[in-house]
């Protein structure tokens, strides 16, 4: 395993421990969301792909991410922070009274492009951000992290046709795959196959990788900001609902919930599992 591996597995780890710790001491936070998309979030923030500029956020050239399924807002706001956007002293605040870190982004947070958790709205403005810098002939990208019940709004499916229509070959479009939605698995109530399938017919070029493998997303990220191609690109992204602690992973009930006691115990005890 690459020394580069193995920090981006490190930083991994250090999320879901800042995750669990803000969710608990606020009492409130989306923890298995939130843990099913960290891989995703450390490879694009830590990976060499997001040009950003935390001492200038609104930098024009920046590349935009969008964080659709905005209920993982805990994940993205400890990079942020991390990152040097904000004070890292901040997260305390948690969906506390008079703070800006709420439940889900809000733009008024510094690293922050939309306002998102209504779900189904991240990923049409992602598309138009993306037509808007090809007409002013900016060169940046645009991603957004989307959720697999997300993908039932038909807002989605539009935007997906947008995109296509228009070949925005500066459209990223990752999707979460954890197979679960809010409070069950998508596959028991309204069925998402065949997802890739779905994307291609729409006019884009799908990409399906293990979720939490750093190799397999870096490698299917490492050309994303080649002019040369003629399509968005979608990456299916392979998941596990509240990977990381075992009681969680693939149990909707943890969606909302946050460990107590006993439970807590445990899930601080096996999120301080190191690879070596």
């Known amino acids: 395993m690459s020394d580069r591996v193995l920090d981006l597995e490190r930083k ?72 040097g956007f904000f004070p890292v002293e901040e997260l305390l605040t948690f969906t506390q009274k008079g703070s800006r870190l709420g439940g889900h982004t809000e733009d008024t947070i510094p690293g922050v492009e939309a306002f998102t958790g209504s779900l189904g709205h991240g990923l ?22 989307l959720g697999d019940g ?15 229509q228009h070949r925005l070959n500066n459209l990223l479009a990752i999707v979460d795959r954890n197979g679960q939605s809010a409070t069950d698995f998508t596959g028991d109530y309204l069925t998402l196959e065949p997802m890739e399938d779905k994307w291609r017919a729409f006019g884009w070029e799908v990409r399906t990788v293990d979720g ?18 003629e399509k968005p690109l979608c990456i299916v992204a392979d998941t596990i609902k509240g990977k990381g602690v075992s009681f969680m992973e693939r149990e909707p009930i943890w969606h909302y919930r946050i460990p107590v006691d006993e439970e807590l115990d445990i899930a601080r005890r096996e999120l301080k599992w190191e690879k070596k």
């Open 212 to 229: 939490h493998s750093f190799p397999e997303l870096i490698e299917a990220m490492k050309d994303v900001h080649d002019p040369s191609y």
């Open 12 to 83: 991994a780890n250090w999320l879901r421990n800042e995750v669990l710790e803000m969710t608990v001491a606020a009492g409130a936070g989306h923890i298995a969301p939130s843990f099913s998309c960290a891989e995703i979030l450390v490879a694009i923030h830590y990976g060499g792909v997001l040009r950003l500029d935390p001492e200038n956020p609104k930098w024009e050239e920046r590349d935009r991410f969008i964080l659709s399924k905005g209920q993982s807002a805990v994940a993205l706001y400890a990079i942020l922070a991390d990152l």
């Open 124 to 145: 049409p403005i992602a598309a138009g951000l993306a037509l808007g810098a090809r007409l002013r002939e900016k060169r940046f990208l645009t991603v957004a992290l």
């Open 150 to 164: 997300e993908c039932h709004e038909g807002s989605i499916w539009e935007a997906a046709m947008f995109a296509g």
